[in-house]
Nanobody, 130 residues
Framework: QVQLVESGGGSAHIGGSLRLSCAAL????????KGWYRQAPGDEFELVSF???????FYVDSVKGRYTISVDYVEERLYLQMTNLKGEDTAVYYC?????????????????????????WGQGTQVTVS
């Protein structure tokens, strides 16, 4: 069974740091698109960062210079190091893997349902910054 399992969320003060981890079970991150999305209360699902198969990276403007995405192909773990956290970073963060990761910068709940057909999505981890 394929699973993406996030960990590392929690509470942090403004200006603090957290590191999210996503373990891939039953699949490999190598050679594919993998990344992180988030959903703030009442908002759509926002693409935060992803790594393309050529190892190029993307960051949404609001996190550039503060977040760093990385992957360990031996451990099959995807990481998101978050520093200088702001209140607006509060959200549930989701790990994703598959060919459509990064295609849409924002997704509605309906679009996410379609996304699930060809991609993998974790259960989410809450990040609260105050």
């Amino acid at each position: 069974q394929v699973q993406l399992v996030e960990s590392g969320g929690g509470s942090a003060h403004i200006g603090g740091s957290l590191r999210l981890s996503c373990a891939a079970l039953g699949l490999t991150f190598e050679g594919g698109h993998k990344g992180w999305y988030r959903q703030a209360p009442g908002d759509e699902f926002e693409l935060v960062s992803f790594i393309a198969p050529d190892e190029s990276t993307f960051y949404v403007d609001s996190v550039k210079g503060r977040y760093t995405i990385s992957v360990d192909y031996v451990e099959e773990r995807l990481y998101l190091q978050m520093t200088n956290l702001k209140g607006e970073d509060t959200a549930v963060y989701y790990c994703a893997a598959g060919p459509d990761v990064g295609r849409e910068k924002r997704m509605t709940a309906m679009q996410l349902q379609a996304f699930h057909r060809n991609n993998y999505w974790g259960q989410g981890t809450q990040v609260t910054v105050s």
